[in-house]
């Protein structure tokens, strides 16, 4: 049987005090962040649902772009079966516009992909880990101390 002395029991527990001290300390720092990020929430869900309105806005305008591209397609047809359309000039001039709206139309779609992919990436990486850290703070791991 070892013998503690009252000396070393007196060190023992400022010890303890000096690190209940930096445990409180922690947690008040803790607890701010955690308010902080619920007070965040909102905003995370505003900015998910900003992004599923970009891609329904970005779906609309290709399919509107995919219907003015049918169009010059099939008037384009018509004028080689030998039909002489009446806007043949501006059908001719219009494919300049055409080419333009396609080059805007490829770029958006690639921002927008860029977007989404940073956007999901770090979301994939976040939510799991919070599933993953909630859990594991639910599980009986270590004997906790009673007071």
């Known amino acids: 049987m070892s013998r503690t002395s009252h000396i070393e029991m007196h060190r ?9 001290n930096l445990w409180r300390d922690e947690l008040a720092i ?8 619920i007070e965040d929430v909102p905003r995370l869900e505003k900015t998910l649902r900003d992004h599923a309105e970009t891609l329904r806005q970005h779906a609309a305008s290709i ?5 003015e591209a049918a169009y010059h397609e099939h008037e384009l047809a018509s004028y080689e079966q030998g039909e002489a359309p009446s806007d043949l000039v501006q059908l001719a001039q219009s494919h300049q516009r055409e080419a333009k709206k396609h080059a805007d139309q490829y770029k958006a779609h690639d921002e927008i992909k860029k977007r989404r992919h940073v956007l999901m990436t770090k979301w994939r ?10 859990g594991a703070e639910s599980r009986p791991s270590e004997k906790r101390v009673q007071t």
């Open 63 to 67: 399919r509107l772009y995919e219907q």
């Open 12 to 20: 023992e527990h400022a010890t303890w005090r000096a690190e209940d």
């Open 125 to 134: 990486l976040l939510f799991p880990a919070l599933v993953e850290a909630e």
């Open 30 to 37: 803790w607890e701010r962040e955690i308010d902080q990020a």
